[in-house]
């Protein structure tokens, strides 16, 4: 049973670009975190998701991020005309519902924006 | 918004050591969790506590949550090299819906 699947690990945009980061959740899990951490930092709560849903999406800027979570295929964190302030680990967690509350995380996706 | 505050923040101690971090907020949890991490990894979970008062035992690692359900304390027992990393303390409310971290105490144990 594979873990939570990240891509890309590292990625490097120029300011101005768009930055698309992937995750797809353990199997038969279908809520997914996307958080943020910066270096020496902990992890800053982002959006919370369900399939096709978004259920809080209060730790995400307003402007030039989202994030969807589509019946098929990874949930995608997407930022839009990125800034050298957007460089930071971006981790996603899933979890089932109804079992122990444990999330499982990715190993993160690096953006670097130069 | 739930806010957990960890302490301290950073810690370096000498292998052999007894050490004890702290997550502590004003809001009432559901379940708390611990994590750690290791660079360029993501966290991974250690425990789960839920009633007040529980005490959880994972080798040299004592957990405990605090009777009103508010805070949480990790002991570790003569701490080793491989303790080293960041401990996360994360509080879901009473509906397990949303998952709020600390900022972690960062670990060092120097052989």
């Known amino acids: 049973n594979a873990g939570v699947m990240q891509n890309p690990r590292h990625l490097v945009r120029r300011r101005g670009q768009e930055a698309r980061l992937r995750c797809s959740p353990m199997?038969?899990?279908?809520?997914v975190y996307w958080y943020r951490q910066l270096p020496e930092e902990g992890l800053k709560f982002m959006v919370y998701?369900?399939?096709?849903?978004?259920?809080?999406e209060s730790g995400m800027p307003k402007e030039r991020f989202s994030a969807e979570f589509p019946k098929e295929g990874p949930s995608i964190l997407r930022i839009q005309q990125v800034v050298r302030g957007d460089s930071a680990a971006y981790f996603c967690?899933?979890?089932?519902?109804?079992?122990?509350?444990?999330?499982?995380f990715g190993e993160g996706s690096r953006l670097t924006v130069l | 918004t739930q806010l957990l505050e960890q302490s301290p923040q950073f810690l370096s101690i000498q292998e052999g050591e007894n050490l004890t971090v702290y997550c502590n907020s004003s809001?009432?949890?559901?379940?708390l969790q611990w994590y750690r991490q290791e660079p360029g990894e993501g966290p991974v979970l250690l425990v789960t506590?839920?009633?007040?008062?529980e005490v959880k035992k994972l080798k040299r690692l004592t957990f405990q949550f605090g009777d009103a359900r508010k805070d949480s304390s990790l002991h570790i027992t003569a701490a080793q090299p491989g303790d080293t990393g960041l401990y996360l303390c994360?509080?879901?409310?009473?509906?397990?819906?949303?998952?709020?971290f600390g900022a972690g105490t960062r670990l060092t144990v120097k052989p």
């Open positions: 998701l369900q399939k096709e849903n978004i259920i809080d």
């Open positions: 506590v839920v009633t007040g008062g």
């Open positions: 967690a899933s979890f089932i519902t109804g079992g122990t509350g444990e999330l499982f």
């Open positions: 199997k038969g899990h279908s809520h």
């Open positions: 809001s009432v949890f559901s379940s």
């Open positions: 994360a509080g879901a409310d009473n509906n397990n819906n949303d998952m709020r």
